[in-house]
T-cell receptor, first 110, second 114 residues
Framework: SQTIHQWPATLVQPVGSPLSLECTVEGTSNPNLYWYRQAAGRGLQLLFYSVGIGQISSEVPQNLSASRPQDRQFILSSKKLLLSDSGFYLC?????????FGPGTRLLVL | AQSVTQPDIHITVSEGASLELRCNYSYGATPYLFWYVQSPGQGLQLLLKYFSGDTLVQGIKGFEAEFKRSQSSFNLRKPSVHWSDAAEYFCAVGAKTGGFKTIFGAGTRLFVKA
């Protein structure tokens, strides 16, 4: 069966520091991969999605970037964090119409 | 463009009472519709989904949803709520564009009182 992992689970970072969040999927090949952000008390905002290695689509202009160096690995990065980057970051995968979510990473920027 | 509206930001029901969470969508063709549940600090878990066929869809944890094309709705129901159902519920509509993108509603927070 397929599983999706995210780490770290929680992260506290100072403003201006870099960021790297990792997402990996097991048990499937060539999945579509997604990064979402969920601000406190709000719904999900799609940040990036990827249909294959090295293929990244950005949904909103922002301080973040994404990369897919391997088929089942999706990384969310920032060179300099802003206070507004705080939130709950969710990774998801799909092979077709249904998305399956990871456990999330809570990021607090101070 | 696709959109999803969940009119209720939060709902409180008594344990054992019935539940209905509302969802309205906007989409030009037959949509793919989903309900997810999120417990605090957790990821989203798929409750059920509708693509075609029978408009009444059964899901996990005793939930069901009914697709009504004429009302552009996909409401989630449960006949008897348990305290463990307290969570946030998201309705979503999907479309096959590129990597198959899904648009989520803002969510409805369910509170269950004893």
């Amino acid at each position: 069966s397929q599983t999706i992992h995210q780490w770290p689970a929680t992260l506290v970072q100072p403003v201006g520091s870099p960021l790297s969040l990792e997402c990996t999927v097991e048990g499937t090949s060539n999945p579509n991969l997604y990064w979402y952000r969920q601000a406190a008390g709000r719904g999900l905002q799609l940040l990036f999605y990827s249909v294959g290695i090295g293929q990244i689509s950005s949904e909103v202009p922002q301080n973040l970037s994404a990369s897919r160096p391997q088929d089942r690995q999706f990384i969310l990065s920032s060179k300099k964090l802003l206070l507004s980057d705080s939130g709950f970051y969710l990774c998801a995968w799909s092979l077709s119409e249904t998305q399956y979510f990871g456990p999330g990473t809570r990021l607090l920027v101070l | 463009a696709q959109s999803v509206t969940q009119p209720d930001i939060h709902i409180t029901v008594s344990e054992g009472a019935s539940l209905e969470l509302r969802c309205n969508y906007s989409y030009g063709a037959t949509p793919y519709l989903f309900w997810y549940v999120q417990s605090p600090g957790q990821g989203l878990q798929l409750l059920l989904k509708y693509f075609s066929g029978d408009t009444l869809v059964q899901g996990i944890k005793g939930f069901e949803a009914e697709f009504k094309r004429s009302q552009s709705s996909f409401n989630l129901r449960k006949p008897s709520v348990h305290w463990s159902d307290a969570a946030e519920y998201f309705c979503a509509v999907g479309a096959k564009t590129g990597g198959f993108k899904t648009i989520f509603g803002a969510g409805t927070r369910l509170f269950v009182k004893a």
